[in-house]
């Protein structure tokens, strides 16, 4: 499957943004889907997952749960992030990611799209 992200930009603190990952393919509902982000001098870090199939179930990262969502519409083979009350600190490269397993490890995820640059303002 191939990845590409978007939706990426300049905010100001407190400002909301949605990133989109577009798949190609017709298995992109087998998948379960992740976003990471990764900072300047900093590991790529796990932000939020969501299940295959149905995507009822989600997991978050302390630093973003109750700012940010995830969703998935398989029949447009999308994944979201819609990203409220953005912080300077949520500045990064964002990642989605494809994989096999639900899981908050980067190394679980198989496929990877190209980054999106969020960057908020204080």
């Known amino acids: 499957v191939q990845l590409q992200a978007s939706g990426g930009g300049l905010v100001q603190a407190g ?9 190609s393919g017709r298995t992109f509902s ?3 889907m992740g976003w990471f982000r990764q900072a300047p001098g900093k590991e790529r870090e796990f932000v939020a997952a969501i299940d295959r199939w149905s995507g009822r179930t989600t997991s978050y990262a302390g ?3 109750g700012r940010f969502t995830i969703s998935r519409d398989n029949a ?3 994944v979201y992030l819609q ?3 953005l912080k300077p600190e949520d ?3 964002y ?5 096999g397993i639900y899981s908050p490890r980067v190394y679980e995820y198989s496929y990877w799209g190209q980054g999106t640059l969020v960057t908020v303002s204080s």
């Open 15 to 23: 400002g909301s943004l949605r990133l989109s990952c577009a798949a």
């Open 30 to 32: 087998s998948y379960h």
């Open 63 to 65: 630093s973003v749960k």
């Open 76 to 78: 447009k083979n999308t």
């Open 83 to 85: 990203m409220n009350s």
């Open 91 to 93: 500045t990064a490269v």
């Open 95 to 99: 990642y989605c990611a494809a994989g």
